[in-house]
T-cell receptor, first 115, second 114 residues
Framework: DQQVKQNSPSLSVQEGRISILNCDYT??????FLWYKKYPAEGPTFLIS?????DKNEDGRFTVFLNKSAKHLSLHIVPSQPGDSAVYFC??????????????FGQGTILTVHP | DTGVSQNPRHKITKRGQNVTFRCDPI?????LYWYRQTLGQGPEFLTY????????KSRLLSDRFSAERPKGSFSTLEIQRTEQGDSAMYLC????????????FGPGTRLLVL
């Protein structure tokens, strides 16, 4: 049972344009969501997060949107840069519950930004 | 803040051997997590420590796996009688009391079982 899904295995974008990465979840107990970026042979690097009490969080070029009714979140990167090329993982947790904050990850989306 | 460190970064072993990995979390982070990532998948939760107490273990953690965090600082993950299916990237993450929802990951240990 895949509780967090990233249905697009890959995304290709031109430098300077917007990158939109999507994520869907099924567990209504999830109340905290995070995006991580991963380069080959490295661990995931934290990018941005959002609590379920918000619908938007912005940090520089990165904005995360949360639609609780649709159980959907997205990460917008504007403008995209070649250095953003990596695998992006969406993760969710039941931070306020009894799961000790363990993260459930999606399968990842490979983002390629072309110069 | 030097980040989460993991050793070794790579390990090649023969089937049936035992292996041990070490994780040093960010200083003063009281929560420590182990995850496993296989090719084409996101990381999967294995186990969680709050200080020295192991509070949760995934069904993925068979009885060949054991984890410790003896003094509430570094942690070790041991796999006994390794199998080829254990080949994966083993990731460690930590989080602080003040910001416990956000986990910071180490570079991982890549295990290959021949």
């Amino acid at each position: 049972d895949q509780q967090v899904k990233q249905n697009s295995p890959s995304l290709s974008v031109q430098e300077g344009r917007i990158s939109i990465l999507n994520c869907d979840y099924t567990n209504s107990m999830f109340d905290y969501f995070l995006w991580y970026k991963k380069y080959p042979a490295e661990g995931p690097t934290f990018l941005i997060s959002i609590s379920s009490i918000k619908d938007k969080n912005e940090d520089g070029r990165f904005t995360v949107f949360l639609n609780k009714s649709a159980k959907h979140l997205s990460l917008h990167i504007v403008p995209s840069q070649p250095g953003d090329s990596a695998v992006y993982f969406c993760a969710a947790s039941d931070a306020g519950g009894t799961s000790y904050g363990k993260l459930t990850f999606g399968q990842g989306t490979i983002l390629t930004v072309h110069p | 803040d030097t980040g989460v460190s993991q050793n070794p970064r790579h390990k090649i072993t023969k089937r049936g051997q035992n292996v041990t990995f070490r994780c040093d979390p960010i200083s003063e982070h009281n929560r420590l997590y182990w995850y496993r990532q296989t090719l084409g998948q996101g990381p999967e939760f294995l186990t969680y420590f709050q200080n020295e107490a192991q509070l949760e273990k995934s069904r993925l953690l068979s009885d060949r796996f054991s984890a410790e965090r003896p003094k509430g600082s570094f942690s070790t993950l041991e796999i006994q009688r390794t199998e080829q299916g254990d080949s994966a990237m083993y990731l460690c993450a930590s989080s602080s009391k003040r910001r416990q929802e956000t986990q910071y990951f180490g570079p991982g240990t890549r295990l290959l079982v021949l």
